[in-house]
């Protein structure tokens, strides 16, 4: 059975930066790649990066682009995502997914399989 685990979210300043992680389990996940999504209340889910497990490329939404890094550990099956200068629209609830990994990284939600429960992050200005 496969589990995705959240967790790192919290309270943050604007300008700050949190860590979050995403520990997988159930399944062997060389071939696949993992995202990061969030949702704000009200909105859609969007996309935030991805990363391809086997050659750790990586992918993201301009809006987070050079403040935002995703990273895998696979002794530990984890996925990070460092969340750094975060700002007040940078609140939602951010969750990991995983899909088999394609010539191109997915961004729409509806791709992904495995999804986990969710992490709040919550930026104050």
């Known amino acids: 059975q496969v589990q995705l685990v959240e967790s790192g979210g919290g309270l943050v300043q604007a300008g700050g930066s949190l860590r979050l992680s995403c520990a997988a389990s159930?399944?062997?996940?060389?071939?696949?790649?993992m995202g990061w999504f969030r949702q704000a209340p009200g909105k859609e889910r969007e996309f935030v990066a991805a990363?391809?497990?086997?050659?750790?490329?990586?992918y993201y939404a301009d809006s987070v682009k050079g403040r935002f890094t995703i990273s895998r550990d696979n002794a530990k099956n984890t996925v990070y995502l460092q969340m750094n200068s975060l700002k007040p629209e940078d609140t939602a609830v951010y969750y990991c997914?995983?899909?088999?990994?394609?010539?191109?990284?997915?961004?729409?939600?509806?791709?992904?399989?495995?999804w986990g429960q969710g992490t709040q992050v919550t930026v104050s200005s």
């Open positions: 997914a995983a899909v088999p990994a394609t010539v191109v990284v997915p961004r729409t939600p509806g791709a992904y399989d495995y």
């Open positions: 159930g399944r062997t996940f060389s071939s696949y790649a």
């Open positions: 990363i391809v497990w086997s050659d750790r490329s990586t």
